[in-house]
């Protein structure tokens, strides 16, 4: 049993990423395609009503160091921080876009299903703690620092209208989007499905 348990331990991990700035919690190809199948289809929700103030963030996560530098601080290497939390130094790289960046102001913190994304997708109907809690999730693959053109290029578009331009990323970012629509309970377009299997059957991992 022991054996079998460690088996399946490895074939989890065989050819993921190394790169630091791969994100907590990204469950096997298998894992994924699951939630993938039992995520429900709908038509895209109204924006009426939304404001980025309706997901508060950056708040306190431990100290002095808020989600954003928190997320800065796990996601580059070897990190500095001075008394406010804020990096003074270290490099950073964006695994949307294969760039390394050694400056902390050139780095974004991308929500990988947009705020606005979020909610079209069933977060309008949440509580403002509940919004709160998704846009400062730090324990799932929700967050991730990339570059700030990145970033600005993506929007709060879904998958079928932008992918990350490495494409050896695409298999991470359809985990990362998947996995975070499963956790919080969110919808998802039929296009918007259909990209995303479609990234995700170039997953090896």
Not at 60 to 77: A, F, H, I, Q, Y
Not at 102 to 124: F, K, M, N, P, Y
Not at 128 to 157: M, Y
Not at 182 to 189: A, D, E, I, P
Request: proline share 5%; net charge positive.
């Amino acid at each position: 049993m022991i054996a079998a348990v460690l088996l399946v331990g490895v074939a989890a991990v065989v050819g993921a990423p190394t790169a630091g700035a791969f994100p907590p919690d990204v469950p096997p190809k298998a894992q994924v395609q699951s939630e993938l199948n039992a995520l429900r289809v709908a038509g895209e929700g109204s924006m009426t009503g939304y404001s980025r103030e309706k997901f508060p963030h950056w708040h306190t996560v431990s100290g002095s160091c808020n989600t954003r530098e928190t997320v800065l601080k796990r996601d580059g290497t070897n990190v500095s921080v001075g008394s406010d939390c804020y990096p003074t130094s270290g490099s950073w790289y964006s695994y949307f876009d294969g760039v390394t960046r050694t400056t902390a102001s050139q780095i974004s913190i991308d929500h990988v299903v947009a705020l606005a994304e979020a909610w079209r997708s069933g977060a309008s109907g949440w509580t403002t703690a509940r919004r709160e809690a998704f846009a400062n999730d730090v324990t799932g693959p929700q967050l991730i620092a990339v570059t700030t053109e990145v970033n600005s290029s993506k929007g709060d578009r879904d998958p079928s209208a932008w992918k990350p331009p490495r494409t050896s990323s695409h298999c991470g970012y359809s985990k990362f989007w998947i996995h975070t629509k499963y956790r919080w309970g969110l919808t998802l377009q039929s296009a918007e499905k259909s990209a995303l299997q479609t990234m995700l059957n170039t997953c090896s991992y």
